[in-house]
Structures are given as structure tokens and as C-alpha cells.
């Protein structure tokens, strides 16, 4: 027990003395430190052995590579050209036969006209719509960070926090663990998002929260930053999710990946 | 496509083939592979990340290279048994933890030693280093280009300054 404590302070150490620390954490650390004799000479180690690090001689790009691997491309170039420039070859062969075109453009332009305004209108709409949800959904997120904790119900077990969304709400979404692809489940509160309180599960990912608001179909949003946080949604046959975080758009799409993975496995209960 | 994408990483591409190759000869050949795959797969990049898309290659196209070439010498952390992983760590953790405050706050070594202790780190423990201090990638970078999840980069970076301190201490006394 002790062994895993120790391990969990090395490895915020590292997280802290590579800039990796969300900022609350950071805080604690600094605080901590400030405190701690023996943390602080290992963390000074720590700095020192990056110092050492960072001041190796440099290696150089040796004169002459750039030139090397020039050659090499032009020389592989003419076996490729072939394949892809093939396939456009034919669509220009059809050119002469575009006689009728200014007629037909013009009633195509007319229907698409049409129809563009008409689903701009519904776009709009829609647009102010998503934009209020998603609002709401990072207003939870941030409210959570403020809170003692980001989650009414602590736990990294998912089999705790599934059954909890049972009792508290009418729809519950999956609740994977994703620890082994990086996010480390947390726990479990419930949201309001218009009049509705939906299902928020809480993730850790390098230090940072994330959370995934589970929302009914439909209500998807449009990927975006709002107030600082990235928000990313998508939806499956159950929920629409939408996803905030300090992390970057990437680690949230690969999130979505591991997410979205993870669910239909567990579809049984 | 690829002059934009490939060429602008090509000193960092050289330098994580050398730390990884462990020469400059063998780094040469490495980033020239790497530049010729990266070209012919240029139509497979997301326009994501072009550094961490480039030093990906490297870093694969080195570790193939190694494997071929230098079979014996490679021997990957993670084909070591969890028993064995175990031991490596907590020799290197346990180790160095005994000393006082005072005896910990600072250590000096010359670049030779670094280079020496790096060199000697299993490859997946120097690659998180090289990636880390020489590239001074972020984590998200190093979990992509090694293909890993985070949690991994964090313990494999946090073990291998524990071993490379270990090292360091060793050497001195």
C-alpha cells in the first residue's frame, strides 16, 4: 500500500516538473512541497537529472543527408506516379460532351438554392439550440472542478457507479472503465441540462477531468472550445455524448475512440 | 505534401534515430527509410500532427531496423514478465530512495556519463526520455508516437529518471 502511494507521488512529481499538472493539482503539489523536505531534494533531483539531460550536445543533421534522401524520393517517384494518376485519367475523357450545361446548371441552382435556404433557416434554429446544450453541459463541467469533488458518487469501480445512474435517473448510459486506454473512471453526477438532470460519468486523464454528458438522441453538439474547454460530442443508438475537457481536441477524439469501443461490449447489462 | 510535412521535422527525425540507433551511420540510413516511407505514405496523414506523425515513422522504422540488425541487443520492457518488471523498477526506485535530503538534492555528471546511463536504459524507457527532454514532445505527443496510453508514458517516464538517477549515483561512487 505504501509502495502504490509512493508510486502515485513519483509519478505526479513527473507530471508537475513536466508542466502536465491541471492547474488545481499543480497547486496541491506546490503546496505540498513547499512542505516536504524529502519531496522537495528528490523534486531538485529530478530538475537536476533534466538540466544534465537537456545540456547533452546536440547531434546535427550530417551534410549531405537532406541531399541523400532527395535523390532516393526522385528516384522512387516515377514507380508511383502510375498508380493514383491513373484513376483521374478517364474523367476527363467525358470534357466534350458538357454542351447543355448552362441549362441544366440553372435549374440545379435554382432547387439547391431552395433547398440551402430552407435548411438554413432549420440550421439556425437548430444551431441556437446545440449552442444552449452545450453551454449547460460545460457550466457542469466547470461547476464540478469548482465542487470539493467533480462527482457525486466516487468510484472506479463501474459496476458502483452504473447502478447509482439506475437509482437516480430515468435513462442510465453505459459506464466503462477505460483506464487501460488512459482515462481512469472517477465517478459518477448528475447534470441538469435544460429542465432535465442527465447522467455525467467523470474520467481522469493525466491529471485532468473529463467529463462525458450523456444526453438523449439528437441532442449532439457541434464540436467547439467553450470558455477554454474542449467539447467534442457524438452519438450511438442509446445516447447522444458530448464530452468537455481541458485536454486537447486529439485526446478527446481518441476518447471517443476508446469510449465508443468500450460500450457495445458491455451492452448486456 | 511531404516537403511540408516530413522535411521541416528532419533534425529532430535525426536526432531521435540516434539516440535510438545508438550511431550516426546507423541513424542516417533510419531517417532516409523513415523519409521514403513517410513519402510513400504521405496520402495516409491526417493533417493531425505532422511532427508526431513524422517521429512516428522514425521511431518505428528504427525499432524494425534494430530488430533486424541488432536482434540480440534489443530487448523490449515489455516482454519482460511482470516479476522481472517489477524488480527492475524497485531496484530503481528503492535504491536511491535511501539516501538523505542533503545527499539527493543535486548530482553532477558530465554529458559522457548521461550518455553512457541513457545508452544503457532498455529501449522503451530511453525512447520516453529522448522523446521527452531532447524532443521535448508533451505527454499526448509521446503516448502517440510510442503507441501507448498516457498512464504508460507517465510510469515508463517516471521509471526511467529513477533508473537513469540510480545510474548516474552508481557511477559516481
Partial sequence: MIASMRDNDELQMNAYCDGELDPASAIEFERRLAGDETLKAQYNRLLSLRRTVRSLPQYEVPAGLQARIQSALDADRPGRVDRPGRASRPVQAGRPRQRSWSFQALAAAAVFGAVISSSVMLTMERYDRQEDVARAVVAGHIRGLLAPQPFDVASSDRHTVKPWFTSHLPLSPQVPDLAAQGFVLEGGRVDVVGHDPVATIVYKHAKHTVSLTTLPRGQSVSDQAIAGYNVRSWSDAEFAYIVVSDISPEDLASFERAFSEASPALEIK | ?173
Fill in chain 2, 1 to 173: 505534401m511531404f516537403d511540408e510535412v516530413f522535411l521541416p521535422h528532419m533534425a529532430e527525425a535525426y536526432r531521435l534515430a540516434q539516440w535510438l540507433t545508438g550511431n550516426a551511420y546507423d541513424a542516417e540510413d533510419v531517417v532516409q527509410d523513415a523519409a521514403l516511407r513517410a513519402f510513400r505514405g504521405i496520402k495516409s496523414f491526417g493533417a493531425v500532427n505532422a511532427r508526431a506523425w513524422s517521429l512516428t515513422i522514425v521511431r518505428n522504422t528504427a525499432y524494425s531496423w534494430l530488430l533486424k540488425n541488432k536482434s540480440k541487443a534489443v530487448v523490449f520492457t515489455d516482454d519482460l514478465s511482470p516479476a522481472e518488471q517489477q524488480e527492475l523498477e524497485h531496484e530503481g526506485l528503492h535504491g536511491a530512495r535511501v539516501e538523505t535530503p542533503e545527499e539527493i538534492a543535486l548530482f553532477k555528471a558530465d554529458s559522457e556519463d548521461v550518455q553512457r546511463a541513457l545508452a544503457q536504459l532498455p529501449p522503451h524507457f530511453r525512447e520516453v526520455i529522448v522523446l521527452r527532454e531532447i524532443n521535448q514532445l508533451n505527454y499526448r505527443d509521446i503516448a502517440e508516437i510510442t503507441n501507448v496510453p498516457i498512464g504508460t508514458v507517465m510510469s515508463r517516464l517516471s521509471r526511467s529518471r529513477q533508473l537513469l538517477i540510480t545510474l548516474l549515483g552508481d557511477r559516481k561512487s
